[in-house]
Structure formats: C-alpha cells, structure tokens
C-alpha cells in the first residue's frame, strides 16, 4: 500500500507531507497568514509555483508512514479533508490519475496485491470521510513517530 502510493505521488510531489519546507522572507510573507485549514503544508505549496520551489539534495527528513492501516486511514481522511478545504478556498490539489496506477502495474513497480491494498484503502477512506460528515479530528498517527529521549 504505502509503496503504491509513494510511487504514484513522487513524480509530483510538492511541499505537502514531505516534511520539512523553508521559507525565505519573502515567501513567509506570500504565505502568512495562514486561513484556519487542516493543510497548512498544502496551503503554502499553493502559493509558489514548481519552478519557485528548490528541492535540496543534502537536507533530509525522516517522514515515518503510519503503521497500522487503521493509522493510514485517519491520515488519508485527514488529508482528504484539508485537500476539501483548500478547494473550497480556490487551491484545488493535483488528482491522482488511474492510468498512473496501470502505469506502475504494467512496468511491474508495483504488484497486483499492492495495488488492490492501494484501491481497497483508497475507497475506505472515501467512504469514511462521507459518513464522518464534516467532523475535523486531526487524525495523527503517534504510532509511526517516536518521542526524543533528550526531550523527556
């Protein structure tokens, strides 16, 4: 599941959910204040254009993906509704195309199981957003982060 989706975002991935973005001065000042939405990230990836964003090869984040698929169903609700809320404010996101999935399939970077855990999950989480209504629960995964000793 995680590999299908990774695979089917990263040739478009934006700022949103990769972990950690700088801005400079001027880009603070594009995107601030923030309007009172779940996807801060997808905001301020809103408010450049991929020729202004500069991806640095040296920087690492270590993003965990959740580790239950109860954990990954809060978090695709979750970015579900911040993706329905930036539409709402005129920042519709990229849509994932189903030939991007046939893709992955037939040059064998993902298996068939992968993909049906990918859809399966995919329409659970849809469903669930539809019957939780507009209830807005952050819906994070403690299980998949880890506390700092030296912070305790």
């Known amino acids: 599941m995680h ?3 990774d695979r089917l975002v990263a040739p478009s991935r934006a700022l949103a959910g990769v ?4 801005l400079n001065e001027r880009g603070h000042e594009r995107a601030f204040p923030l309007p009172d939405v779940i996807s801060d990230d997808g905001w301020v990836d809103g408010c450049f254009t991929g020729a202004e964003r500069v991806v640095v090869d040296a920087a690492r984040s270590l993003v965990r993906p959740p580790g239950t698929v109860r954990a990954h169903l809060r978090r695709r ?3 579900r509704r911040g993706n329905r809320e930036l539409a ?3 920042r519709p996101g990229r849509a994932l195309r189903p030939a991007a999935l ?3 399939l037939a040059g064998r970077q993902v298996s068939p199981l992968d993909a049906a855990c990918y859809l399966a999950v995919l329409a659970a989480d849809r ?3 539809r019957l939780r209504g507009g209830a807005t629960g952050w819906g994070t995964d403690a299980g998949s982060r880890q506390q700092d000793p030296a912070r305790s």
Do not use: K, N, P, Q
């Open 19 to 22: 972990g950690v973005y700088v």
């Open 102 to 104: 046939g893709a992955l």
């Open 3 to 5: 590999r299908t989706h």
């Open 77 to 79: 609700i979750r970015v």
């Open 127 to 129: 469903l669930l957003a």
């Open 88 to 90: 709402a404010l005129g």
